[in-house]
């Protein structure tokens, strides 16, 4: 159980496109996923909380704008890079937290790796 | 803001034997939680071991044990009999419960684990 997947897992697009990347809790409810940006050979780096049914709350220095966050249910969220350019170039992580489940518990997807030529 | 430092960038170690993997933090708050996340090169994220600030006693997982010591604001990792398939980078992270839907993690640099044959 508590399985997250992520889509789609890697994608190359053209400088100035939008890419859309969704992460499925796909047998739990989440009222609340994270999205995360991991740079080559480094750490997470929080970029966002997305709630079920409300606004995401974006951490210091991450342009709301250029990253859309969408989470219309309990069990999807999108993130939408917007007019992509090459230093977009990341892994994106998110995760979710079981509904009603312990505050300190949040699974994983598998990532997402987007490449902008 | 909290910060997590892992100090050891990379640890290789021989199949079978011990090893402990370092990390500090530095908060003010009192509540909290402490995890080791593994990341092997699927990159999938796998919560090793979780520890409640509020307890004294260190969390243990089958091979896995660590070392709290909240006054000194530390919290290391111990696998025991290490095996190949123990071989990823490790990431200390920190959860402050803020509240509902905000159960950030704050994750640590990261320690690259090598178990030689």
């Known amino acids: 159980g508590a399985v997250v997947s992520q889509h789609p897992s890697r994608v190359i697009c053209k400088s100035g496109t939008s890419v859309k990347i969704e992460c499925r809790s796909l047998?739990?409810?989440?009222?609340?996923m994270f999205w995360y940006r991991q740079f080559p050979k480094k750490s997470l780096m929080l970029m966002a909380t997305?709630?079920?049914?409300?606004?995401?709350?974006?951490e210091q220095g991450v342009e709301k704008d250029k990253f859309l966050i969408n989470h219309a249910s309990l069990t999807l969220s999108t993130l939408t890079v917007t007019s992509a350019h090459p230093e977009d170039s990341s892994f994106y992580i998110c995760?979710?937290?079981?509904?009603?489940?312990?505050?300190?518990?949040?699974?994983f997807g598998p990532g997402t790796r987007l490449t902008v030529l | 803001a909290q910060t997590v430092t892992q100090s050891q960038p990379e640890m290789s170690v021989q199949e079978a034997e011990t090893v402990t993997l370092s990390c500090t933090y530095d908060?003010?708050?009192?509540?909290?939680?402490l995890f080791w996340y593994k990341q092997p090169p699927s990159r999938q994220m796998i919560l090793v071991i979780r520890?409640?600030?509020?307890?004294?006693q260190n969390a243990t997982e089958n091979r896995f044990s660590v070392n709290f010591q909240k006054a000194a604001k530390s919290f290391s990792l111990k696998i025991s009999d290490s095996q190949l398939g123990d071989t990823a980078m490790y990431f200390c992270?920190?959860?402050?419960?803020?509240?509902?839907?905000?159960?950030?993690?704050?994750f640590g640099t990261g320690t690259r684990l090598t178990i030689i044959p």
């Open positions: 995760s979710a937290r079981l509904a009603g489940g312990p505050s300190n518990e949040q699974f």
């Open positions: 047998d739990f409810q989440a009222t609340t």
């Open positions: 997305s709630n079920e049914g409300s606004k995401a709350t974006y």
């Open positions: 908060t003010s708050e009192n509540n909290y939680y």
């Open positions: 520890q409640e600030a509020y307890k004294q």
């Open positions: 992270a920190f959860m402050n419960p803020l509240g509902f839907g905000n159960e950030k993690l704050t």
